[in-house]
């Protein structure tokens, strides 16, 4: 690249070329701005430009049904694709059709000049291949939901990871949709045609993991009264998704990691080696790199899993999406037979406001209670809150999640709390006050499990049995009477 190198912009907005003029000549490019395709296409064919930059929609034309034109004239032209039609569709179109790179609208300048440094100065050419694209593909069919900044940067990756065979782990709250994503990178990847089987690691007694997953033999065990295939064998040719992967016990990790890096396994009871065309995607809501520490977790297996990392926004990080969500909700609970619901201004700020700790499928579920409990049309804040609350606060007062690791329930609470207090922080001092509330109970608990025995409940903690004592009096802990 020389700084005279030449970049045709095509966008029919006249402030985004004005800005876009500017920002690329003051690093030294020489700028070619159009509001037409038509005439993007004259200077493509006259070999003029070094790099394009296109709106999707234009006037007279698509800039997605250009690129394949673009490309088979000069098909070493790299071409940036912007578009405010920010769907996941849109982005796998872009990609599909061999942009180099999609950015949605609004765009951060700073990453835009980033990219067209990045397209300039690339050695390698650029290889995509042009897809043969399912124009019968309906955007409101897309499980996706949102156009958050967030959720663009997920359709990003989701784009480039969709006619690749890497191992993909997606890790996200609960409730946050990480299945629908597994889904999707399946649906539309290489291996649509093909079988896509889902198993939740956390819902299948331990011991029979293995069997789940690779089959077993006649008489391999006590039950085994006939031959069974697993998961494996029936997603050959498509897509395996394990999720809540750090559920696996260990034994049936070690045999994961053989089939990732061998290709191939045997059923549990079996000596016969077979072959394994599967995609692996995996999920997760817990650390798995807190769980390798705690010696939970296979680091090779992480290592081999985690090829490409995708983590799911929690909905109160993307509020801007809670209205498109709610529009399709109330849309699907209708196309299911329920009463077609609105929310009204009021009761939109309310969905707004609130933390959503259950995420995605809180709101789901709160859309079908509120379409099958309430008579009205228009449902008020007055209502949703009534709903809203009341169920959050019987759900506090009911479940204790015994699966839930401390610091899960610690970031748990945490998020809830600053959720509460999302436009005032409260006073300084937050670290010792957490350190403070956790090491109460903790001691308490501790002493009252040892009958007061602080020797005891020292040893226990791996304190020194002074400073023990010495935290009880500045903690005020009440003494059990009894052995001290």
């Not at 299945?179 to 999707?184: D, F, G, H, P, V």
């Not at 999406?321 to 009021?346: R, T």
């Not at 209670?369 to 009911?398: F, G, H």
């Not at 040892?450 to 802990?477: H, P, S, V």
Request: glycine share 6%; hydrophobic share 40%; proline share 4%.
């Amino acid at each position: 690249m020389t700084d005279a190198a030449c970049i045709l912009v095509a966008d029919d907005d006249k402030a985004i070329r004005t800005v876009l003029n500017q920002a690329l000549s003051r690093l030294g490019y020489v700028v070619k701005s159009t509001g037409t395709a038509s005439n993007l296409w004259q200077w493509i064919e006259e070999g003029v430009g070094d790099l394009v930059i296109t709106d999707v929609v234009m006037p007279d034309d698509n800039g997605l049904d250009l690129l394949p034109r673009i490309l088979a004239v000069r098909p070493n032209l790299k071409v940036i694709v912007m578009s405010a039609r920010n769907t996941l569709m849109t982005a796998v179109q872009a990609n599909e059709r061999g942009a180099f790179e999609y950015l949605p609208k609004p765009f951060d300048l700073e990453a835009l000049k980033l990219v067209v440094w990045k397209a300039l100065n690339s050695e390698e050419e650029n290889t995509k291949k042009n897809q043969e694209l399912n124009n019968n593909i309906d955007e409101t069919e897309l499980p996706l939901i949102g156009r958050s900044p967030a959720m663009q940067e997920i359709y990003r990756v989701m784009a480039r990871l969709m006619s690749a065979e890497l191992t993909v782990t997606i890790s996200g709250e609960s409730g946050t949709g990480k299945e629908l994503i597994a889904r999707a990178l399946h649906e539309y990847g290489k291996r649509g045609d093909g079988p896509f089987v889902a198993i939740n690691m956390a819902a299948i007694p331990k011991e029979l993991i293995e069997s789940e997953l690779f089959g077993h033999e006649k008489g391999a065990f006590t039950g085994a009264t006939v031959r069974s295939s697993g998961k494996f064998e029936e997603a050959q040719g498509g897509t395996l998704f394990l999720d809540e992967i750090g559920d696996m016990p260990i034994e049936a990790q070690t045999r994961l990691l053989r089939v990732l890096q061998e290709g191939e396994y045997t059923t549990v009871g079996g000596n016969r080696i077979i072959k394994a065309n599967v995609r692996i995607i995996t999920a997760t809501h817990r650390d798995l790199r807190l769980l390798i520490r705690q010696g939970l977790f296979r680091e090779d297996l992480y290592y081999r899993l985690n090829v490409v990392p995708l983590r799911i926004p929690a909905l109160r990080e993307r509020k801007e999406d809670i209205s498109d969500l709610v529009s399709h909700f109330c849309l699907q609970a209708a196309e299911g037979g329920l009463p077609h619901k609105i929310i009204d201004k009021e009761g939109m700020l309310l969905l707004q406001e609130y933390s959503w700790p259950g995420n995605v499928r809180e709101l789901e579920n709160l859309i079908k209670r509120l379409s099958v409990l309430y008579a009205e049309q228009t449902i008020t804040r007055e209502t949703i809150a009534k709903e809203l609350y009341s169920s959050r606060q019987e759900l506090d007062n009911d479940q204790i999640n015994t699966n839930e690791s401390l610091s899960e329930s610690i970031e748990r609470h945490l998020s809830s709390y600053f959720a509460a207090h999302e436009n005032t922080l409260p006073t300084p001092g937050l670290y010792n006050r957490v350190l403070k509330e956790l090491e109460r109970p903790l001691l308490a608990l501790t002493l009252e499990a040892t009958q007061g025995n602080q020797l005891r409940a020292a040893d226990l903690l791996g304190l020194n049995r002074n400073t023990l004592r010495k935290k009880i009096k500045e903690l005020e802990i009440p003494v059990v009477k009894g052995i001290k």
